[in-house]
């Protein structure tokens, strides 16, 4: 995500400075902070009236002239109890509420930032611990930031009342209780770095773990294929065991935190109320004072004790922040400049690279294109060739411009990819990938996507054009079928005719072809081939290709060999020069003729090896 250097500075920042991501998202709603300050002023003041009521009491309502007094000393606390459970719930209401809204903010920011970041970002990060952030992570931060805070937000009112009154009632013993508190906060605030380290530690091996089964659950066939079930789940036992025992760590730290906070403050009030039975004994104060002090010096140090656990719990959370925060800092490295330039209208479709070099963010030290000049035309279709590795699907990552290159420019209708709005660029392709993604949903959901508002006209004949109709419509319900999660319930060939339907369906005037019709086998690849025959026509095409029936109707055939376009030309002119793209071709058609003559039916063949 970050780098760990970057995490480490981060670490030093005080235990809940991670929260301040927080803070302007819970400012967007002031109004609703104002009314759970209220309720908390309300609720922390009707407390603190309490135990006035008692010293009056204990010092005057025994006198004989007292039963009047005390008639309307406990008809005044009924007040004040209907007072505190009214602020009370409004308190808990108001701060619990404003926790829930703040974290669902929270969460779709993040989302939304996902969204913006270059494909560099996710080469470095695995999607399960990306998901674990959205969900772990901020049910951890909703958890601390609703009831946490409302329960910090009342001890710290308390706190402060009590030793204001304190003060008030006895300044003496005001200044023991006052004295001891340094020796209880300042172990809390070491501690607590201590916390929110261990907590962040677990949250990073439970994100750990929850990608690791992301990633078996979505590979399940070939787990159980290859016999792996055992040996993963004792991989995912190993992550987890290792998550439990950051967690334990964490804990511990906690658990410790809340002892040593519990002990000093219960034997500073212990201490307090023998040095006050000393002055009511030696007549210096009343009963009735010695119990009010009391009593605050009680809400006080119960006070602090909860703000010792919820300081805990805080802290907790800021790892969790912490991680959130991280996804929200960071820049994506591909976005539109401050001033985009307009692309051409109408659109032509010209592409052009001009010396370009490029190299993968993870691989730095190998180029994966040097030096590459192209140019297309508009309307042109162009092959490119090539053994994996080779570059090719490279090429198609820069134009679409999900990664910027090292050196050159990449120009579409004359215009710098850099100079324009990313959005503004990919409206203008198509791309049909290798392996389609196709999201769990509808058919149809499936081919609107990225033009959602297509009518169902529109969509149907791109389905009839893709040849998909015909599979669709023989679905338990049709258009409306349930594809499920990647959809797992069609076939490769179906999710690649889908693929090309929602191609067909956005009609942009530069179409991108990365293997199209890899998952298709004979039958299907003829009937998808004419489809893509229409879907070329008039439409400025590269296409990466490895079989003879896509390449033989390019005009123009690029052979890519290490990052540089080593020979162009037709089918035919390439196949009389006798190079590289010759011999494997003349390969191509050996192999389709043994079978043949061993009585089988040719198989498509692989001019290169397709993969990049």
């Given at each position: 995500?970050?780098?760990?250097?970057?995490?480490?500075?981060?670490?030093g920042?005080?235990?809940?400075?991670?929260?301040?991501?927080?803070?302007?998202?819970?400012?967007?709603?002031?109004?609703?902070?104002?009314?759970?300050?209220?309720?908390?002023?309300?609720?922390?003041?009707?407390?603190?009236?309490?135990?006035?009521?008692i010293?009056?009491v204990?010092?005057?309502?025994?006198?004989?002239?007292?039963?009047?007094?005390?008639?309307?000393?406990?008809?005044?606390?009924?007040?004040?109890v209907?007072?505190?459970?009214?602020?009370?719930?409004?308190?808990?209401?108001?701060?619990?509420?404003?926790?829930?809204?703040?974290?669902?903010?929270?969460?779709?920011?993040?989302?939304?930032?996902?969204?913006?970041?270059?494909?560099?970002?996710?080469?470095?990060?695995?999607?399960?611990?990306?998901v674990?952030?959205?969900?772990?992570?901020?049910?951890?931060?909703?958890?601390?930031?609703?009831?946490?805070?409302?329960?910090?937000?009342?001890?710290?009112?308390?706190?402060?009342?009590?030793?204001?009154?304190?003060?008030?009632?006895?300044?003496?013993?005001?200044?023991?209780?006052?004295?001891?508190i340094?020796?209880?906060?300042?172990?809390?605030i070491?501690?607590?770095?201590?916390?929110?380290?261990?907590?962040?530690?677990?949250?990073?091996?439970?994100?750990?773990?929850?990608?690791?089964?992301?990633?078996?659950?979505?590979?399940?066939?070939?787990?159980?294929?290859?016999g792996?079930?055992?040996?993963?789940?004792r991989?995912?036992?190993?992550?987890?065991e290792?998550?439990?025992?950051?967690?334990?760590?964490?804990?511990?730290?906690?658990?410790?935190?809340?002892?040593?906070?519990?002990?000093?403050?219960?034997?500073?009030?212990?201490?307090?109320?023998?040095y006050?039975?000393?002055?009511?004994?030696?007549?210096?104060?009343?009963?009735?004072?010695?119990?009010?002090?009391?009593?605050?010096?009680?809400?006080g140090?119960?006070?602090?004790?909860?703000?010792?656990?919820?300081?805990?719990?805080?802290?907790?959370?800021?790892?969790?922040?912490?991680?959130?925060?991280?996804?929200?800092?960071?820049?994506?490295?591909?976005?539109?400049?401050?001033?985009?330039?307009?692309?051409?209208?109408?659109?032509?479709?010209?592409?052009?690279?001009?010396?370009?070099?490029?190299?993968?963010?993870?691989?730095?030290?190998?180029?994966?294109?040097?030096?590459?000049?192209?140019?297309?035309?508009?309307?042109?279709?162009?092959?490119?060739?090539?053994?994996?590795?080779?570059?090719?699907?490279?090429?198609?990552?820069?134009?679409?411009?999900?990664?910027?290159?090292?050196?050159?420019?990449?120009?579409?209708?004359?215009?710098?990819?850099?100079?324009?709005?990313?959005?503004?660029?990919?409206?203008?392709?198509?791309?049909?990938?290798?392996?389609?993604?196709?999201?769990?949903?509808t058919?149809?959901?499936?081919?609107?996507?990225?033009?959602?508002?297509?009518?169902?006209?529109?969509?149907?004949?791109?389905?009839?054009?893709?040849?998909?109709?015909?599979?669709?419509?023989?679905l338990?319900?049709?258009?409306a079928?349930?594809?499920?999660?990647?959809?797992?319930?069609?076939?490769?060939?179906?999710?690649?005719?889908?693929?090309?339907?929602?191609?067909?369906?956005?009609?942009?005037?530069?179409?991108?072809?990365?293997?199209?019709?890899?998952?298709?086998d004979?039958?299907?690849?003829?009937?998808?081939?004419?489809?893509?025959?229409?879907?070329?026509?008039?439409?400025?095409?590269?296409?990466?290709?490895?079989?003879?029936?896509?390449?033989?109707?390019?005009?123009?055939?690029?052979?890519?060999?290490?990052?540089?376009?080593?020979?162009?030309?037709?089918?035919e002119s390439?196949?009389?020069?006798?190079?590289?793209?010759?011999?494997?071709?003349?390969?191509?058609?050996?192999?389709?003729?043994?079978?043949?003559?061993?009585?089988?039916?040719?198989?498509?063949?692989?001019?290169?090896?397709?993969?990049?």
């Amino acid at each position: 995500m970050a780098r760990k250097a970057d995490r480490d500075q981060g670490r030093g920042r005080a235990p809940l400075g991670a929260l301040r991501p927080l803070v302007p998202f819970a400012l967007a709603y002031r109004g609703r902070m104002l009314a759970a300050f209220a309720a908390l002023t309300a609720s922390a003041g009707a407390t603190l009236v309490v135990p006035v009521a008692i010293r009056r009491v204990i010092d005057h309502g025994f006198s004989p002239e007292g039963q009047v007094l005390i008639d309307a000393y406990f008809l005044a606390l009924l007040g004040v109890v209907a007072v505190l459970a009214l602020s009370s719930a409004a308190r808990y209401y108001s701060v619990v509420t404003l926790g829930e809204r703040v974290v669902a903010d929270l969460r779709t920011a993040v989302f939304e930032r996902l969204t913006v970041l270059d494909p560099a970002f996710f080469d470095r990060t695995q999607a399960g611990e990306i998901v674990s952030r959205l969900t772990a992570d901020a049910t951890q931060v909703k958890s601390a930031f609703g009831v946490s805070i409302s329960i910090l937000l009342r001890n710290a009112f308390l706190f402060v009342g009590a030793v204001v009154l304190m003060v008030v009632t006895s300044p003496k013993l005001s200044i023991l209780v006052l004295a001891a508190i340094p020796l209880i906060v300042f172990p809390l605030i070491l501690s607590g770095r201590g916390v929110r380290r261990r907590s962040r530690a677990a949250q990073d091996r439970l994100a750990e773990a929850s990608a690791y089964a992301a990633e078996a659950v979505g590979a399940v066939r070939t787990m159980q294929a290859f016999g792996m079930g055992r040996t993963t789940a004792r991989r995912f036992a190993d992550a987890s065991e290792n998550a439990y025992g950051a967690a334990r760590a964490s804990i511990k730290a906690r658990a410790l935190l809340t002892g040593v906070a519990i002990f000093l403050i219960s034997a500073s009030v212990v201490g307090v109320m023998w040095y006050g039975a000393q002055g009511v004994m030696a007549g210096t104060m009343t009963a009735g004072q010695l119990s009010q002090f009391v009593l605050y010096a009680v809400f006080g140090a119960s006070a602090l004790g909860q703000l010792s656990e919820v300081y805990g719990e805080l802290a907790q959370a800021a790892g969790a922040a912490e991680r959130l925060g991280e996804i929200l800092a960071a820049q994506p490295g591909i976005r539109a400049p401050a001033a985009p330039k307009a692309l051409p209208e109408p659109p032509r479709g010209e592409i052009a690279f001009e010396g370009v070099r490029f190299a993968y963010p993870t691989r730095e030290g190998h180029p994966s294109l040097h030096g590459v000049d192209l140019r297309v035309a508009p309307g042109e279709r162009v092959a490119l060739v090539g053994p994996s590795g080779a570059g090719k699907s490279t090429i198609l990552q820069l134009l679409l411009r999900f990664y910027d290159p090292q050196q050159g420019v990449v120009r579409v209708d004359g215009r710098d990819v850099a100079s324009v709005d990313p959005e503004a660029l990919r409206a203008r392709m198509s791309l049909v990938p290798q392996d389609p993604t196709i999201f769990s949903g509808t058919v149809i959901e499936n081919i609107r996507y990225g033009r959602p508002d297509a009518p169902e006209a529109d969509v149907l004949r791109a389905a009839r054009l893709a040849h998909a109709d015909g599979f669709i419509t023989a679905l338990p319900q049709g258009y409306a079928t349930q594809v499920g999660e990647r959809g797992v319930t069609l076939s490769g060939g179906q999710r690649q005719r889908i693929a090309i339907a929602r191609a067909i369906l956005k009609d942009a005037p530069i179409l991108l072809l990365d293997e199209a019709t890899s998952a298709l086998d004979a039958e299907s690849e003829r009937a998808v081939q004419s489809a893509l025959d229409t879907l070329m026509r008039d439409r400025t095409t590269l296409v990466i290709a490895h079989r003879l029936a896509t390449i033989r109707k390019a005009d123009r055939i690029l052979v890519i060999d290490d990052g540089r376009i080593v020979e162009e030309g037709t089918h035919e002119s390439l196949l009389s020069s006798g190079a590289l793209y010759a011999q494997l071709a003349a390969l191509q058609f050996t192999d389709a003729l043994d079978e043949t003559a061993r009585g089988k039916e040719p198989r498509p063949r692989e001019v290169l090896p397709a993969a990049e």
